[in-house]
Nanobody, 128 residues
Framework: QVRLVESGGGSVQAGGSLRLSCAAS????????VGWFRQVSGSLREGVAA???????TVEDAFQGRFTISRDNAEGTLYLQMNNLKPEDTGMYFC??????????????????????WGQGIQVTVSS
Protein backbone atom coordinates (compact mmCIF):
# COMPACT_ATOMS: atom_id res chain seq x y z
CA GLN A 1 0.00 0.00 0.00
CA VAL A 2 1.36 3.41 -0.97
CA ARG A 3 2.03 5.73 1.94
CA LEU A 4 2.99 9.39 1.59
CA VAL A 5 3.84 11.50 4.64
CA GLU A 6 4.59 15.20 4.32
CA SER A 7 6.68 17.32 6.67
CA GLY A 8 8.36 20.71 6.74
CA GLY A 9 5.41 23.06 6.46
CA GLY A 10 4.76 26.03 8.70
CA SER A 11 4.55 29.80 8.75
CA VAL A 12 7.04 32.16 7.18
CA GLN A 13 7.18 35.80 6.17
CA ALA A 14 7.10 36.86 2.54
CA GLY A 15 10.49 36.41 0.92
CA GLY A 16 11.38 33.50 3.15
CA SER A 17 11.96 29.84 2.33
CA LEU A 18 10.62 26.46 3.34
CA ARG A 19 11.47 22.94 2.26
CA LEU A 20 8.74 20.35 2.19
CA SER A 21 9.61 16.66 2.42
CA CYS A 22 7.54 13.63 1.54
CA ALA A 23 8.49 10.19 2.80
CA ALA A 24 7.15 7.68 0.29
CA SER A 25 6.80 3.94 0.70
CA UNK A 26 4.86 1.03 -0.71
CA UNK A 27 5.76 1.16 -4.37
CA UNK A 28 8.75 -0.09 -6.37
CA UNK A 29 9.94 0.58 -9.88
CA UNK A 30 7.84 0.92 -12.99
CA UNK A 31 6.58 4.07 -14.58
CA UNK A 32 5.27 6.74 -12.23
CA UNK A 33 4.98 10.41 -11.37
CA VAL A 34 5.55 11.94 -7.94
CA GLY A 35 4.86 15.54 -7.13
CA TRP A 36 3.24 18.31 -5.17
CA PHE A 37 -0.18 19.90 -5.36
CA ARG A 38 -1.69 22.80 -3.50
CA GLN A 39 -5.19 23.55 -2.34
CA VAL A 40 -6.43 26.87 -1.05
CA SER A 41 -9.59 26.82 1.03
CA GLY A 42 -12.62 27.01 -1.24
CA SER A 43 -10.65 26.31 -4.41
CA LEU A 44 -9.76 23.25 -6.44
CA ARG A 45 -6.49 21.45 -5.94
CA GLU A 46 -3.81 22.64 -8.37
CA GLY A 47 -0.52 21.24 -9.56
CA VAL A 48 2.75 22.73 -8.33
CA ALA A 49 5.61 20.52 -9.50
CA ALA A 50 6.26 16.91 -10.47
CA UNK A 51 8.97 14.41 -11.41
CA UNK A 52 8.53 11.50 -13.78
CA UNK A 53 10.19 8.11 -13.35
CA UNK A 54 12.66 9.15 -16.09
CA UNK A 55 13.74 12.13 -14.00
CA UNK A 56 11.97 14.75 -16.08
CA UNK A 57 10.59 17.62 -14.01
CA THR A 58 7.81 20.11 -14.48
CA VAL A 59 7.15 23.22 -12.39
CA GLU A 60 3.98 25.15 -13.04
CA ASP A 61 4.35 28.73 -14.28
CA ALA A 62 3.24 30.38 -11.02
CA PHE A 63 6.13 28.73 -9.20
CA GLN A 64 8.83 28.80 -11.85
CA GLY A 65 12.14 30.26 -10.68
CA ARG A 66 11.15 30.00 -7.00
CA PHE A 67 10.25 26.35 -6.40
CA THR A 68 12.46 23.34 -7.08
CA ILE A 69 11.39 19.71 -6.93
CA SER A 70 13.85 16.92 -6.29
CA ARG A 71 13.95 13.37 -5.01
CA ASP A 72 16.30 11.07 -3.18
CA ASN A 73 15.56 7.60 -4.53
CA ALA A 74 17.79 5.90 -2.00
CA GLU A 75 15.85 7.47 0.85
CA GLY A 76 12.47 7.32 -0.87
CA THR A 77 11.95 11.01 -0.22
CA LEU A 78 10.54 13.76 -2.39
CA TYR A 79 11.35 17.41 -1.73
CA LEU A 80 9.95 20.79 -2.65
CA GLN A 81 12.29 23.70 -2.02
CA MET A 82 10.27 26.90 -1.89
CA ASN A 83 12.16 30.20 -2.06
CA ASN A 84 11.02 33.81 -2.21
CA LEU A 85 7.64 32.81 -0.85
CA LYS A 86 4.66 35.07 -1.44
CA PRO A 87 1.40 35.39 0.51
CA GLU A 88 -0.43 33.86 -2.47
CA ASP A 89 1.62 30.67 -1.99
CA THR A 90 -0.35 30.02 1.18
CA GLY A 91 -2.30 26.78 1.17
CA MET A 92 -2.37 23.10 1.99
CA TYR A 93 0.34 21.25 0.09
CA PHE A 94 -0.14 17.61 -0.82
CA CYS A 95 2.43 15.04 -1.84
CA UNK A 96 1.10 12.69 -4.51
CA UNK A 97 2.06 9.65 -6.56
CA UNK A 98 0.65 8.21 -9.76
CA UNK A 99 1.77 4.61 -10.24
CA UNK A 100 1.22 4.24 -13.94
CA UNK A 101 2.52 5.64 -17.18
CA UNK A 102 2.43 9.33 -16.49
CA UNK A 103 3.54 12.60 -18.05
CA UNK A 104 4.25 15.08 -15.25
CA UNK A 105 2.93 18.09 -17.13
CA UNK A 106 -0.36 16.40 -17.93
CA UNK A 107 -0.73 15.03 -14.42
CA UNK A 108 -0.27 18.51 -12.95
CA UNK A 109 -2.59 20.12 -15.46
CA UNK A 110 -5.39 17.71 -14.55
CA UNK A 111 -4.71 18.13 -10.81
CA UNK A 112 -4.00 14.44 -10.52
CA UNK A 113 -6.02 11.47 -11.76
CA UNK A 114 -8.63 9.30 -10.11
CA UNK A 115 -5.90 6.72 -9.45
CA UNK A 116 -3.52 9.19 -7.79
CA UNK A 117 -2.39 8.46 -4.24
CA TRP A 118 -2.35 11.41 -1.84
CA GLY A 119 -0.64 12.34 1.40
CA GLN A 120 -2.60 13.94 4.22
CA GLY A 121 -1.39 17.44 3.33
CA ILE A 122 0.61 20.03 5.20
CA GLN A 123 -0.13 23.71 5.74
CA VAL A 124 2.10 26.49 4.42
CA THR A 125 1.27 30.03 5.51
CA VAL A 126 3.09 33.06 4.12
CA SER A 127 2.45 36.40 5.79
CA SER A 128 3.09 39.78 4.25
Amino acid sequence: QVRLVESGGGSVQAGGSLRLSCAASGYTGGSYCVGWFRQVSGSLREGVAAIGSDGSTTVEDAFQGRFTISRDNAEGTLYLQMNNLKPEDTGMYFCAAELDTCRPSRWLMWSGFSTTHWGQGIQVTVSS
